[in-house]
């Protein structure tokens, strides 16, 4: 089958992780950059990896690259591209922008020229066009500038791919789906041993660990992707894609995720996003309990958490909170391994147990450091 290329877009710190999910598939060819991963692949290939890998926020089809020197230049190449082919009238589109440049210095008004051609290719062509929503479209392209050098790229996730479709309800602050799939897989968890979450949030790390455990596809809850509404969508294909990864789901694993937390609230959260993950009611428990007193449900297993970082407050009782933990998991989970998230390196420091590894990662906006320990 013919390939083509891809740009899979992920969270800093995690490209070793997605790029390791790409070769499962067969991509094993890739060009690793800051945030992204470069590839080639079939069309069977790009519904699997949308599909089916966790650590990508989505998956991009670069379709053209061009120098404009105004807006009216920028126009009349957009104009030109063959828009009619990718996507139908009855759909609606949207354009995203990431702007650098001293010619195009008001964003809004080039993505607002660039929807104009669009627009006016299809009026021209058949004397209708379609509808622009920004909110909800059918169809989204991403308008890359940096100088005079633009790049549209169509989006082929559509909604971003952390949208796993299970998580209903957060705490505040919660831990995009992306990153916790990026906290298991960094931290060498083996799938053969257990995995706890003593201050589990929103559940999300546990439900994502349940996930992997059972080879329960990332997408598997999501009722669309953006490579539905292309007009070369390939439903059979589709079919085949969801029909093969669905064989590999195995349930029955005789391995238990845990997950607590001191807030009851938070154990509340948990249980309703579980909730609609039926697959795991087996697999994933969570209860009401405080790290710092919680014992090891299992001889060996692994641990990750993602504690309070004290980042506005309350820095002297955080930092009593990691000495602490150190202390507590050294008593009652030795043999584990921990992956512990925070920003707050002055904590971590506290944490006396032997470090294999840092990951340097971005939470959001916050520069944190994973660092990995055997405990």
């Known amino acids: 089958m013919e390939k083509e290329k891809y740009i899979a ?5 995690l ?33 699997q990896a949308n599909y089916t890998c966790r650590t990508a926020i989505n998956i991009l089809k670069p379709l053209f690259q061009f120098k404009a020197r105004n807006e009216q230049e920028l126009y009349e190449q957009v104009k030109e591209f063959e828009w009619e082919k990718l996507f139908d009238l009855d759909k609606t589109f949207a354009i995203s922008h990431s702007v650098r440049s001293e010619i195009f210095t008001h964003s809004q008004y080039i993505s607002l020229k660039t929807k104009d051609a669009i627009v ?28 005079e050098k633009c790049s549209l790229l169509l989006d082929t996730s559509g909604d971003a791919l952390f949208k796993r479709g299970y998580r209903t309800e957060t705490n505040m602050a919660p831990l995009n789906e992306v990153m916790a799939a990026g906290l298991i897989s960094l931290s060498g968890w083996d799938r053969n041993s257990t995995l706890v979450d003593p201050m589990c949030g929103s559940g999300t790390i546990c439900i994502e660990a349940g996930m992997m455990l059972c080879n329960i596809p990332a997408g598997y809850y999501r009722t669309s992707f953006g490579f539905f509404n292309m007009a070369d969508f390939d439903l059979d294909l589709w079919k085949k894609v969801r029909h093969e990864a669905k064989d590999k789901i195995e349930l029955s694993k005789g391995i238990t995720i845990h997950g607590s937390d001191l807030a009851m609230k938070s154990i509340r959260i948990s249980q309703k996003n579980l909730d609609n993950v039926p697959d795991l009611k087996r697999i994933v428990r969570f209860k009401g309990e405080d790290a710092l007193e919680l014992s090891a449900p299992k001889k060996r297993g692994t641990l990750i958490i993602n504690p309070p970082y004290g980042e506005r407050i309350y820095k002297d009782e955080v930092a009593i909170l990691y000495q602490r933990l150190g202390e507590h998991l050294k008593e009652e989970f030795s043999g584990y391994t921990l992956g512990i998230l925070s920003s707050n ?7 006396h147990l032997n470090k294999i590894r840092t990951v340097d990662l971005m939470n959001g906006s916050i520069e944190c450091d994973y660092r990995i320990y055997k405990v």
């Open 120 to 147: 006016d290719r299809f009026r021209e062509k058949f004397n209708a066009r379609p509808s622009v929503d920004p909110k909800h479209p059918d169809v989204k392209f991403n308008l890359f500038i940096r100088g």
């Open 15 to 47: 490209e070793d992780p997605l790029k390791e999910e790409l070769a499962e598939i067969g991509i094993a060819k890739c060009r690793v950059t800051n945030r992204a991963i470069e590839f080639h692949a079939t069309k069977e290939q790009l519904y």
């Open 345 to 351: 390196k002055e904590a971590l420091d506290l944490i």
């Open 9 to 13: 877009k992920t969270l800093k710190g």
